[in-house]
């Protein structure tokens, strides 16, 4: 009996916990964003967030920060950390691989005072993200990047420019190595 009440009670505190954590994600989301489909828990420490339709973030995905947007049929793997000072836009239809870093800004670096107490440098324009563009794992994407649509970013590169359409691009930096047909 004592077996059977602790696995009601279990239950009633994972539903419990899920309805808090959609209670709370919602509240943060800009009007007319879709809740994502969650593949387990997530860290959302961001305001001013428009999600699409048919999303879906994997364990451990992180958003810290303003401004992200993502559009519809998005898959963001497991452990990405997206992190928007000004703006983080990300097309439909792309797919993030697993381990990526994405962030709009760098710490000031200036001999004046602490680099701790230095503000953000932060890409004029964010970071933009094109639609149906797949980013591999263990990818950085920093101030700076833009990745027009249709691209593919090889696993483990650093994106810090502009990579064109139908672009395959890999390395630190990223650079092209060849198109899409």
């Known amino acids: 009996m004592i077996l059977k009440l602790h ?9 419990l916990n899920g309805f808090l954590q959609d209670c709370f994600i919602k509240s943060r989301m800009t009007k007319g964003s879709v809740l994502p489909e969650l593949k387990g828990p997530i860290y959302w420490n961001a305001n001013n967030v428009k999600i699409g339709k048919n999303v879906t973030l994997y364990p451990g995905v992180y958003l810290s ?4 947007e993502i559009e519809d049929n998005v898959k ?4 990405t950390i997206i992190y928007s000072k000004k703006r ?9 691989a697993a381990q990526c870093y994405i962030i709009d800004s760098n710490h000031g670096i200036s001999l004046d005072s602490l680099i701790q107490e230095q503000e953000l440098e932060v890409a004029e324009e964010g970071i933009t993200i094109g639609e149906d563009v797949w980013i591999a794992s263990q990818c950085s994407i920093i101030k700076g990047a833009h990745i027009h649509n249709h691209a593919v970013i090889g696993a483990n590169s650093l994106v810090n420019k502009e990579i064109p359409e139908n672009a395959i691009a890999f390395g630190t930096p990223a650079k092209v190595s060849s198109y899409r047909v």
Not at 65 to 68: A, F, T
Request: proline content about 0%; glycine content about 16%.
């Open 7 to 15: 696995s009601y009670i279990y239950i009633i505190k994972r539903k």
């Open 65 to 68: 920060g303003q401004n992200i």
């Open 76 to 79: 963001i793997g497991y452990g």
């Open 88 to 96: 983080v836009k990300i097309g439909r239809n792309t797919i993030i």
